[in-house]
């Protein structure tokens, strides 16, 4: 510990990336609590003409939480944790610092063009890959910049040995940035007919192949930013909160390399019963149940780290919201494996327990996880002590509710609708019109809706407790150890 | 071994790619001439449905609705025949969809009108009593954009040997014949429709986004 006293850290860029994730989390979420609305009141949709309908929203929801919110918060927190557990600060190399801020002013206009151009209905349609050639290529720069800022930082290190979070950032970097690229092949139609619209593109891939690659790519980028980005941040900041060392390094490595090597099979559990050949479809749904073993070695690695501490859960908000994310983790790496069993997925496939499973995810493991992270860095970064603990313990309980409000009643709609569209009378014919299963979803659409809501102040009181930790806070003169100081 | 690869990020880094880049060669290379391969009898899409598939995908409509039939009894007496991996051959990108927030469409022109498909953008609940889709009035404004669609033929003719202009295929030929051929295409869809801006902007040699979309859907088969 005698080094990092020595190394002065420096947070420029962690701070304005954690700005960024607040910002496109208020956005992001915004977004996707007045579409869930609109699915329970469709008057909703004509607020703002043609660019306030449900199917304009949708991406704009998605890429807004996925690339602005969870991506800006592994950002933030990699110019954090990176510097610490490498031993290095990034003061002392001006070009990597120029790198960082280069990276985030980028990033900052891709994301601004990016919203404009959904808004206006600028799409290729492949889902969390929406973007145009032009965008993806600004994508694939600000992916760049922040491979050079780490791999950078890595050869200067003083410490020689990566730690896990380490190991867990580079393959991010690595499986997104070959995700995107093969996924977002495409050939720009202006430049081969000399016509049309300079920024429209044409899939390189056509029907049953196009789906493979994006399904290759769209259930990747969920294992890469929501899961391998997410542990990289769980495995520094929980120990270093609680003070506690990792539980087992045997078990750490079992679950990277395992992850690794399973994660990216399991995409053909998106295409089962779809026309992608059967092999793939069944090898979709096996290594789908093998991922338990990885993902829960993670989870059950974090959960232990805390043994002989639970003590902890009471008194510190901070390790309550990182166990609820580990346990959120648990839930969502079963409930994946169970929708992936091919008669399982032949009834929750195309429902609403689908967009259920991934928020339980996303809402429970990644946003808790962020917050948590971010609620950790601002001390050190702002040199202020958290501003309330008790606005911490108002939030974990609100959100918390808004998320069993949200996956409850999405499993019960997505099974009545899923048995639903299978039922049949006793001659054989179908008992329900299509529209009689979208009207008996619409109490279940107002619950969930209101499940978002809930997360959705619980980031406004996050917001808040964060602007005054920065703004207003007791100012502290040495950087905490473990636990995070804060007022009552 | 791994305490080794932890001190040396460059072959790390190797280590890693290798772990998660072959799951990618393993899956997808294999048959990938071979799922690309059309059914008999399919053809290309005119330059006006793809004019149309271009609007389908500029108001998102994969979000809610997919185009996939599982071989299920009870889909294929909802939807009709489920579907063939050759049916998709000319679909870039392809549309299947994650969410039936409403029906699937990808035979949807075998069973829904023109008629219905005007009445049903204007105001979904006229024809569906409590469906929750909103309605798209700005289809029958925004001018549809033949110019684009008309390059992505093109691309895909010159690119990937779409077999445009050949024996019992759709023509594409050149750009003043494929805006003749347009119009003529169009010209049954308009005078089945009621509205009038519609078929004004006709007269003028316009194609609204409306029309463009009703060729596509009544192309879905």
């Not at chain 1, 996880?369 to 002590?385: I, L, V």
């Not at chain 2, 006006?48 to 809610?64: E, F, T, W």
């Not at chain 2, 029309?211 to 596509?216: E, F, P, R, S, T």
């Amino acid at each position: 510990m005698q080094s990092s006293n020595v190394i002065n850290y420096d947070y420029s860029v962690a701070k304005l990336f954690s700005y960024a994730a607040i910002l496109f989390g208020i956005i992001g979420m915004g977004i996707g609590v007045f579409i869930a609305y609109q699915m329970a009141f469709p008057e909703l949709n004509y607020l703002a003409g043609e660019y306030g309908t449900f199917s304009r929203l949708r991406p704009l929801h998605t890429s807004g939480v996925i690339f602005g919110f969870m991506l800006s918060g592994i950002f933030a927190t990699w110019y954090y944790v990176g510097q610490r557990v490498l031993k290095v600060s990034v003061a002392e190399s001006p070009f990597l610092m120029f790198i960082g801020k280069l990276h985030f002013w980028l990033y900052m206009v891709v994301m601004l063009v990016a919203v404009v151009s959904l808004f206006a209905g600028v799409s290729t349609s492949k889902e969390y890959a929406e973007l145009e050639w032009p965008l993806d290529i600004g994508v694939v720069v600000v992916w760049v910049l922040w491979g050079v800022h780490m791999f950078g930082l890595i050869g200067i290190r003083r410490e020689k040995t990566l730690y896990i979070s380490v190991w867990y950032y580079i393959a991010t970097f690595l499986g997104v940035a070959m995700l995107y690229l093969f996924n977002n092949m495409e050939v720009p139609t202006y430049f081969v007919a000399g016509m049309g619209k300079w920024y429209h593109s044409v899939s390189m891939y056509a029907g049953t192949n196009d789906a493979l690659v994006q399904w290759w790519y769209g259930h990747n980028a969920v294992a890469f930013i929501f899961t391998v980005a997410i542990i990289a941040q769980i495995y520094y900041f929980l120990p270093k909160e609680s003070g506690q060392p990792v539980y087992s390094y045997k078990l750490s490595l079992l679950s990277f390399w395992g992850l690794m090597f399973v994660y990216l099979w399991a995409g053909g559990h998106h295409l089962i019963y779809s026309t992608v050949p059967d092999w793939m479809q069944t090898m979709g749904s096996i290594f789908s149940i093998v991922l338990i073993l990885p993902s829960w070695g993670s989870a059950i690695n974090m959960l232990l780290t805390m043994k002989g501490e639970w003590g902890q859960l009471k008194e510190n908000p901070l390790i309550k919201f990182m166990v609820l994310a580990s346990t959120f983790y648990m839930f969502s790496t079963i409930e994946g494996p169970i929708q992936s069993i091919k008669s399982v997925n032949a009834l929750a496939h195309f429902t609403d327990w689908i967009p259920g499973h991934v928020h339980d995810g996303t809402l429970g493991w990644v946003g808790f996880m962020t917050m948590a992270a971010m609620y950790h860095m601002a001390p050190r970064m702002f040199k202020r002590e958290l501003y309330s603990k008790k606005l911490m313990e108002s939030q974990f309980w609100i959100q918390t509710t808004g998320i069993v409000l949200y996956f409850s009643s999405m499993w019960i709609a997505g099974i009545t609708q899923g048995m639903m569209w299978r039922a049949t009378d006793q001659f054989g014919n179908l008992s329900y019109s299509f529209i009689d299963t979208v009207t008996v979803l619409i109490p279940y659409y107002v619950i969930r809706a209101t499940g978002g809501l809930l997360y959705l102040i619980g980031f406004f009181i996050f917001t808040y407790n964060f602007y005054k930790t920065m703004t207003a806070s007791k100012a502290i003169e040495n950087e905490p150890q473990h636990a995070s100081p804060m007022a009552a | 071994m791994f305490h080794w690869l932890e001190k040396n990020p460059f072959f790390f880094a190797v280590g890693v790619f290798v772990v998660i880049a072959y799951a990618g060669i393993v899956e997808i290379l294999p048959d990938f001439a071979e799922r690309a391969r059309p059914v008999e009898g399919r053809k290309p899409y005119t330059v006006l449905q793809l004019a149309g598939r271009d609007v389908y995908i500029k108001d998102s409509c994969n979000a809610c609705h997919s185009q996939l039939i599982r071989p299920f009894k009870s889909e294929t007496d909802r939807y009709g025949m489920y579907s063939l991996s050759g049916e998709f051959a000319y679909d870039r990108p392809f549309l299947w969809g994650s969410k039936r927030t409403g029906p699937d469409l990808m035979r949807v022109g075998n069973y829904r009108t023109t008629d219905w498909h005007e009445n049903h953008m204007l105001d979904p609940t006229s024809i569906v009593p409590g469906s929750i889709m909103p309605a798209y009035k700005h289809m029958f404004n925004n001018v549809a954009d033949i110019e684009t669609a008309y390059a992505e033929a093109y691309t895909v003719k010159k690119v990937f040997n779409v077999p445009y202009d050949q024996p019992d295929m759709p023509k594409l030929g050149t750009w003043d014949e494929a805006q003749k051929a347009v119009l003529e295409e169009a010209k049954p869809i308009v005078e089945a429709m009621k509205s009038q801006e519609v078929k004004e902007a006709y007269a003028r040699g316009e194609i609204k986004e409306i029309v463009a979309i009703i060729a596509y859907l009544n192309s879905l088969k």
